[in-house]
């Protein structure tokens, strides 16, 4: 069995920064990646940026420039550093993990950015 828990959500101004930190904990095994998604109101979740255990990185276009993802192998947790918020960006946020035989997730930690 694999835990995972997001911290760091909360509201924040438009332009503001939050950083979302997600902790693995469990029968963890052989990560092939980690990364976050997002599910804003009314709307299908969606990928947010993710990285592979050799530390290729992918992000949506809507967090390129904006957002960045790192990843500490030896504590096995990932956290999303997120700047220059927008309000579109309100959302659930996801923390997942891959490794064999699927994918696993957290339970989210909410994002409101409003002034």
């Known amino acids: 069995q694999v835990q995972l828990v997001e911290s760091g959500g909360g509201l924040v101004q438009p332009g503001g920064s939050l950083r979302l930190s997600c902790a693995a904990s469990?029968?963890?095994?052989?990560?092939?990646?980690m990364g976050w998604y997002r599910q804003p109101p009314g709307m299908l979740r969606e990928p947010v940026a993710d990285?592979?255990?050799?530390?290729?990185?992918n992000y949506a276009s809507s967090a390129q420039g904006r957002f960045t993802i790192s990843r500490d192998n030896a504590r096995n947790t990932v956290t999303l550093q997120m700047n220059s918020l927008k309000p579109e960006d309100t959302a659930v946020y996801y923390c997942?993990?891959?490794?064999?035989?699927?994918?696993?997730w957290g339970k989210g930690t909410l994002v409101t950015v409003s002034s």
């Open positions: 997942y993990l891959g490794r064999p035989p699927g994918v696993y």
């Open positions: 469990g029968n963890i095994g052989n990560i092939y990646g």
């Open positions: 990285i592979t255990s050799g530390g290729i990185i």
